[in-house]
C-alpha cells in the first residue's frame, strides 16, 4: 500500500523539507482512503479500548501471555507463508484452544475490567461523605503514630467503589464508629482479633481478623511478609485502598491498584490518602447512590 511506502520514507527521512513534503503526500493519501465521520469514530473507540486493555495488562503477568501470544500468532503466519504446512498446521491447532482457554488464562483481568465499568459515574456508590472521611482520617491519623512507635503490626483496608461483603464476612463483625482506641486495641498483640486485616467501610469499622487474597506477583520484594502480600492483593483485585505498618520496622506502607508505596511519614500518609479516598466537596449525589448495608 502507498500509504505504508509513505509512512516508511518518512522515518527514513526525518529532516528538512522532506518531512513536510511526505506528510503532504501522507495526508493526501490519507483523503483518497475516503474515510467517514463514522470510521473515525469507529477507529478512536476501537483504539480507547485497546489503550485501556493495555492499561489493565500493564504490569501483570498477562502482559508476558498477552506477549507469548503474538509471538505465536506471528509464528503461524510466518511458517503459512514459508510453507512450512506442518509447523502451521500444528500452530493453528495450539491457537484454536488457546482461544478457549483465554477466558480462563485470564480470569483476574477480565474480571477487573468489568469491575472498572462497573464503577463508571452512572453506577457510582459512595461510603464517604466528607464529614465521615474527615472523622475516619482523623481517627487514623491519632492510631498510625501509636501503633508504630509500639511496633505493632496492622493491615487496614479502606473499601470504596468495589464492595468486600465476601471478605467481610471471613472476619469477626463490629460495626462500630472509627476510633484511635478501637484501631490499637484491634492491632494489639496477642488479642483475638490482631491477626488478619481490618476492613473499614466509610467512618465505620465493619469488621477485623478478616483473611485476603495474597498476591502472587514474583517480582515482589522478597522482604515483604504476608501481611504486605495481602494489601496488595486485596488493591489487585479491587479498587481498595491497604495502609500497612509493619511489625519489624514500623514502616508505613499503602497499596493501591496493585502498587506498593513505601517509608510514608504521617504527613505524606494523609497526603495520598486524602488524594486516593477523599470525596469531592462539591460531589452531588450519586444516580444510584445506595449504601452496603452494615
Given amino acids: 500500500m502507498e500509504l505504508t511506502f509513505f509512512i516508511g520514507e518518512l522515518f527514513e527521512n526525518l529532516q528538512g523539507a522532506k518531512v513536510m513534503a511526505i506528510w503532504d503526500r501522507i495526508v493526501a493519501a490519507i483523503l483518497q482512503l475516503n474515510i467517514g465521520w463514522r470510521d473515525i469514530i469507529d477507529i478512536i ?9 493495555i492499561l489493565i495488562i500493564r504490569g501483570t503477568r498477562a502482559e508476558q501471555l498477552v506477549k507469548g501470544l503474538v509471538l505465536l500468532l506471528l509464528a503461524m503466519v510466518v511458517s503459512d507463508k514459508a510453507g512450512l504446512d506442518t509447523l502451521h498446521w500444528m500452530l493453528k491447532q495450539f491457537m484454536t484452544v488457546g482461544l478457549i482457554a483465554i477466558p480462563i488464562v485470564f480470569q483476574p483481568e477480565l474480571r477487573r475490567a468489568l469491575e472498572q465499568l462497573g464503577r463508571g459515574r452512572f453506577f457510582r456508590r459512595s461510603y464517604w461523605n466528607p464529614q465521615e472521611f ?9 492510631a498510625i503514630p501509636v501503633l508504630v512507635k509500639k511496633r505493632i503490626g496492622a493491615l487496614i483496608v479502606l473499601e470504596r467503589e468495589t464492595g468486600l461483603k465476601e471478605l467481610i464476612e471471613t472476619g469477626i463483625r463490629i460495626d462500630g464508629t472509627v476510633s484511635a482506641e478501637l484501631l490499637i486495641n484491634i492491632f494489639f ?9 481490618l476492613i473499614m467501610q466509610g467512618n465505620h469499622v465493619a469488621a477485623a481478623g478478616c483473611y485476603l487474597p495474597l498476591t502472587d506477583d514474583p517480582y515482589l520484594n522478597k522482604e515483604l511478609g504476608t501481611r504486605h502480600r495481602a494489601g496488595i492483593g486485596i488493591t489487585e483485585q479491587s479498587d481498595a485502598v491497604a495502609v500497612m505498618i509493619s511489625e519489624e520496622t514500623g514502616i508505613i506502607s499503602v497499596a493501591h491498584n496493585g502498587v506498593l508505596t513505601r517509608y510514608l511519614d504521617e504527613k505524606k500518609l494523609r497526603n495520598l490518602l486524602t488524594d486516593l479516598c477523599a470525596p469531592a466537596r462539591s460531589e452531588g449525589p450519586a444516580i444510584w447512590p445506595w449504601r452496603n448495608s452494615r
Fill in 134 to 142: 474527615d472523622q475516619m482520617l482523623e481517627e487514623l491519623m491519632k
Fill in 45 to 53: 473507540i476501537i483504539a480507547y479500548i485497546f489503550y485501556r486493555l
Fill in 189 to 197: 498483640p496477642r488479642t483475638p482479633l490482631h491477626d488478619g486485616a
